[in-house]
């Protein structure tokens, strides 16, 4: 896949869910932060048991999601993998392996953190999309819907 | 550029004519004709009502039925009033309407029937009919609308009115010339069945927020309704207006009549003729000036202007008939009454509603339409019977009457557009949280025997927090839980104890506050415990510090040292040695010593030793060292350490300290601090510090600085400089130099309506995801320009009002968005509102205002133009945003301006320029 400029990248990201409220303008820094990578069919995202340091958003290609060797569901373009690791510590409950040659963009904690530090406006925003996600989940009424939009594309949200 | 608004040349010229915005006609259209008919059903039916009445009875007999009505008017309406508890307001009026109607049908079957008591309950049914009909209509009006809406459409609706009146009096004038009198009831009963369609249509366009705000509220009753009218001034104004407003107009009409059958004495027919004439010609004159003007006028001079009118122009009716008292004189001031009353008052009357929330305004305005104004005739005819029977006055008599009248109309209307945008500025206002007010309000109430139990505890953290509340509220504790405070084992709570001790000065606790120093607390407590020690006994504190001095303990020696040096004479002497012995001490350079040596710098008195010591303390690399280094300078106001305390904001362990010295220090540290704003911040965060100090000190240096930041290069920063100039503002408005924001807010508002610009000519393209993009930045542009429109007019109207309308400008509560546009119309200077507004108005994206045509010469760009000037505005990210878009702009000559875009200083320009133009190779 040819690299993508800023701005291209910029316009995937707006159609995650993490990143939907945000200003275009916000989305092309994180996008700037935000580092194409090609990946090998049965090479590793992340691996189960082990913290997840990184958000994937797949541009291109699949991926299986295993927990031990029982494959629970695929990811496909679009589609992000460790929607949380950029909040999370916690270890990752499933691992993720290309099942075709795959080209992803990675936004790695580290990197989004100090792109957080030096522009507080994001962290706002992101406060406000966090808690909106966490009050849909707790409304009554509104838990029983998927935790997943339609117009969203995490389904690696929850990992 | 194309404009976005639906329909042909003719309906558009035809809305625009009427003020109809795309969206409102199918409503407007069923309020005015739901207003027709119902005035229409009235006319008919008074007329109808009248003559069955007549034929039965003899006149005299019409006041006992007069009487009825009016008795009758209050238990209808607490009926009505209890319905509306049960009922959302469309529910009630249909409900209320087939009532009605079923009524009315039983009515023609008891006159076909020949019940003679069938005519009484008509005549008095209607006589109640009259004034609910009229009400409900616009009670849906008023739900339906939003203010701004209101403004513009009300003149129209209340034109039905007006045609329906005339529509009536044929209605009753055909049924009359073919016999068929009680025929008037059975259309009255169809007139009301359709009614109750149109209320279920229109129940489907109410605004959501008043069904919401019409919650959890007090029952409604005649009564309740009374003391809620009583209760607020507004209220008591608008039901002043209307009770002056009636009474002067029966007054009028008294003098019309008594002049016109004057004038055409023993002439029946001429009489009648005239009258025709008179009300015929009022009639059209009132629905041509209803119809063109009524909401010009509105829009023109506002709500205040409406209002003035028709006492005015009854004030000057009543002059002209004094000086006169000819035919001419009673036409003027009967015409007037009769063509503003039912046009421009009208609508004004009805805006007056609009501030209310829902449920107060079903409640309030039941009573005042039905209830008071009801009143107000019967006070008025009694006015009339006193001035001609009683005082046996001549028709002038009357004519004074009416001018004295006038001005306490006056006068109230005067109140009443006053109060009216106090009520718009209450319904949009977010009500301020003081957690200190708070704390102390509940630290109030809780009872001084709660206090001493929890006291007395052993829950050493509820202790805790009983001494908390008892210092927020400025009690001691008995002196007997004080003592058994200090013995107890929490350090914690006996440290809260001194802290009582010392802030309220409490005598005799000298032996336990010397055993304290001993303990391991701040520098601070030990600070102030040895001045509380000095207060109780000055030479002994002196000796036991003396021995401090000397003593095992080096941080009690260091403070003691330190507080021995404001002594003076050869202790300070003395002191000095050993401090300096302890300040060079490199012996053990424990983080925990040099930090608190670093803090005692904050307690020296002024000595050459004190800058070397802090400039030392302030370049330590422990956190904690730094910080009570930091909190010496604040403590100091040590200027000399500005420039250093500005390299710390970029440290975040101690960023907040920093922040907090430099306020500390205040205007001395204004001149670095601007001057460090000048150069590139660090960070984000740190230009915000920057930003938030100045905004703390806000003398006249700091707010040139934060008028210059207006300017700053990101959105945060901006936005940080424009809340805290609202804070400087609040302080001390005179502070601002008001040319210089006027200046600014204009370039805000020309720069929004460029960008409007733009986006009307990119938002009708096809939407690739690319020009979608684009479209997006250039909305979210607009939305940062009018806050940064908003942030300037905090600066020249008070702050709280601008951030309150700006919050619901871009809330989606529609009705609270309508009453903000509504407040900042009556609150900004003409030259703002005439820029401003069209900014904020809804439905505004496609049209490019008047306001921009005028004030800044522009015009509407077709597409390519549009590209063309994004990709050469001073703006790096609408540029690239602009260069993204633009391959598939299709425009000639844009791979040129591509090319040109490669040398732009913005990395993210000249990398969206290459691609741009390699996909267009491609």
């Not at chain 1, 993490?18 to 069919?41: K, P, V």
């Not at chain 2, 006193?386 to 002038?396: F, G, K, M, N």
Request: proline share 4%; net charge neutral.
């Amino acid at each position: 896949m040819d690299s993508l400029s800023t701005l291209d990248r910029a316009l995937r990201l707006k159609k995650v869910e993490l990143f939907q409220n945000l200003e275009t303008e916000t989305l092309a820094l994180i996008a700037s932060i935000a580092e194409q990578i090609d990946i090998a069919e049965g090479e590793s995202l992340c691996d189960e048991g082990r913290p997840q340091l990184a958000l994937f958003l797949v541009l291109e290609g699949k991926f299986d999601m295993l927990r031990g060797s029982a494959r629970l569901f695929s990811i496909g373009v679009g589609e992000t993998i460790g929607n949380w690791a950029l909040f999370d510590d916690q270890p990752s409950l499933v691992s993720s392996t290309a099942s075709e040659a795959a080209t992803v963009l990675r936004i790695d904690r580290e990197d989004f953190y100090d792109l957080l530090a030096d522009n507080p406006e994001i962290t706002r925003t992101m406060f406000q999309a966090l808690f909106q996600r966490v009050r849909t989940l707790l409304t009554p009424g509104i838990s029983n819907t998927p935790p997943v939009p339609a117009t969203s594309t995490t389904r690696g949200g929850s990992l | 550029m194309s404009e976005s608004v639906p329909g042909t040349t003719n309906q558009r010229g035809l809305r625009a004519l009427l003020k109809i915005e795309p969206g409102e006609a199918w409503s407007t259209g069923l309020l005015a004709g739901y207003l027709a008919l119902g005035i229409a059903s009235v006319i008919a039916l008074k007329a109808a009502s009248d003559s069955l009445f007549l034929s039965r009875f003899e006149a005299s007999q019409l006041p006992y039925a007069d009487l009825a009505v009016t008795a009758l008017v209050g238990v209808v309406v607490g009926l009505y009033l209890k319905l509306s508890n049960r009922l959302p307001l469309a529910r009630l009026v249909q409900f209320t309407q087939v009532l009605m109607a079923g009524l009315f049908a039983l009515l023609w079957y008891g006159l076909a029937a020949g019940w003679a008591p069938a005519a009484i309950v008509l005549y008095v049914w209607v006589g109640i009919y009259a004034v609910l009909v009229p009400s409900q209509v616009w009670s849906i009006a008023n739900s339906v609308l939003t203010t701004r809406q209101a403004k513009r459409l009300f003149s129209l609706i209340g034109s039905g009115g007006i045609a329906g009146a005339a529509m009536g009096g044929r209605i009753a004038n055909f049924a009359g010339t073919r016999n068929a009198t009680e025929a008037v009831l059975l259309a009255a009963a169809a007139i009301l069945l359709l009614g109750a369609a149109i209320a279920a249509v229109l129940s489907r366009r109410m605004l959501a927020t008043n069904e919401r705000r019409a919650a959890a509220k007090e029952r409604a009753s005649l009564l309740a309704s009374f003391r809620l009218v009583m209760s607020q001034r507004y209220l008591r104004l608008i039901t002043a207006s209307l009770f002056l407003s009636a009474i002067v107009s029966t007054l009028v009409k008294f003098q019309f009549k008594a002049v016109a059958k004057a004038s055409f004495a023993g002439d029946q027919a001429a009489l009648t003729t005239f009258f025709g004439d008179f009300y015929g010609y009022i009639a059209v004159f009132s629905f041509v000036f209803h119809v063109l003007f009524t909401s010009r006028l509105l829009r023109l001079f506002g709500l205040g202007a409406g209002l003035f009118v028709l006492p005015l122009a009854l004030g000057l009716g009543g002059v002209a008939l004094l000086t006169s008292a000819g035919l001419w004189a009673a036409v003027v001031a009967r015409g007037a009454d009769q063509s503003f009353r039912h046009s421009l008052d009208r609508a004004s009357n009805e805006l007056l509603y609009m501030p209310l929330a829902a449920r107060v305004r079903t409640q309030v305005k039941s009573f005042l339409d039905i209830v008071v104004s009801r009143f107000a005739d019967g006070i008025a005819s009694l006015l009339l019977l006193l001035l001609l029977e009683v005082l046996t006055l001549a028709s002038s008599g009357v004519s004074w009457a009416v001018v004295l009248g006038v001005i306490p109309w006056v006068a109230t209307v005067w109140l009443l557009r006053r109060e009216y945008v106090d009520t718009l500025r209450a319904s949009i206002e977010r009500p301020e949280l003081n957690p200190e007010e708070i704390l102390k309000r509940i630290s109030a109430s809780e009872g001084a025997a709660r206090i001493a139990e929890t006291l007395e505890g052993s829950d050493h953290a509820a202790q805790e927090t009983a001494i908390d509340w008892m210092r927020l509220n400025q009690a001691a504790p008995e002196e007997l839980h004080l003592r058994a405070l200090l013995k107890g084992t929490s350090p914690a709570v006996r440290q809260k104890a001194f802290e009582v001790i010392v802030e309220q000065r409490l005598p005799g606790y000298f032996k336990q506050a010397a055993e304290h120093l001993e303990d391991d607390i701040a520098v601070e407590e030990r600070w102030k415990l040895l001045g509380y020690l000095e207060a109780e006994d000055g030479a002994e504190a002196e000796q036991l510090m003396q021995a401090l001095l000397v003593g095992p303990n080096r941080e009690l020696a260091a403070t003691a040292g330190v507080r021995l040096l404001h002594h003076g004479g050869a202790i300070a002497e003395e002191a000095m040695t050993h401090l300096k012995a302890a300040m060079s001490d490199a012996a053990e350079p424990t983080a925990e010593w040099r930090a608190l040596r670093a803090r005692l710098i904050g307690f020296l008195p002024d000595s050459p030793e004190r800058l070397e010591y802090l400039g030392q303390a302030l370049t330590d690399e422990e956190p904690e060292v730094l910080r009570e280094a930091i909190e010496s300078a604040a403590a100091l106001r040590a200027v000399e350490a500005s420039e250093r305390l500005i390299e710390l904001l970029g440290n975040p362990a101690v960023r907040r300290e920093a922040r907090t010295a430099l306020e500390a220090i205040g205007a001395p540290a204004v001149a670095a601090v601007a001057g460090a704003l000048g150069r590139v911040p660090p960070s984000e965060q740190a230009g915000n510090d920057l930003l938030r100090v100045l905004g703390t000190i806000g003398d006249g240096d700091a707010t040139v600085a934060l008028l210059n930041a207006l300017d700053a290069p990101t959105f945060a920063m901006r936005r940080m400089a424009g809340r805290c100039l609202a804070r400087v503002v609040e302080r001390a408005p005179s502070r601002i130099d008001r040319t210089r924001v006027e200046q600014g807010l204009r370039r805000e508002i020309q720069a929004s309506y460029q960008e409007r610009v733009l986006l009307s000519a990119v938002q009708d393209r096809a939407e690739t995801p690319r020009i979608v993009f684009l479209q997006t930045a250039l909305r979210e542009r607009s939305s940062q320009r009018t806050k940064r429109v908003f942030w300037h007019l905090a600066l020249l109207y008070p702050w709280r009002e601008m951030r309150d309308a700006a919050y619901w400008i871009d809330s989606g509560d529609d009705a609270s968005r309508s009453n903000a546009l509504e407040f900042l119309e009556t609150r900004l200077a003409n030259e703002h509102r005439r820029l401003v507004l069209p900014l904020l108005e809804p439905n505004g994206d496609g049209v490019l205002p008047d306001a921009a045509r005028e004030e800044f010469g522009l015009i509407p760009l077709p597409y390519e133009n549009a590209v063309r000037r994004l990709l050469t505005r001073p703006d790096p990210w609408l540029q690239a945003c602009g260069a993204y878009a633009a391959p598939e702009s299709g425009v000639d000559g844009i791979g040129e301006l591509l090319k040109g875009l490669r040398e732009n200083p913005d990395a993210l320009v000249r990398e969206t320029a290459i691609a741009a133009a390699e996909r267009m190779r491609a």
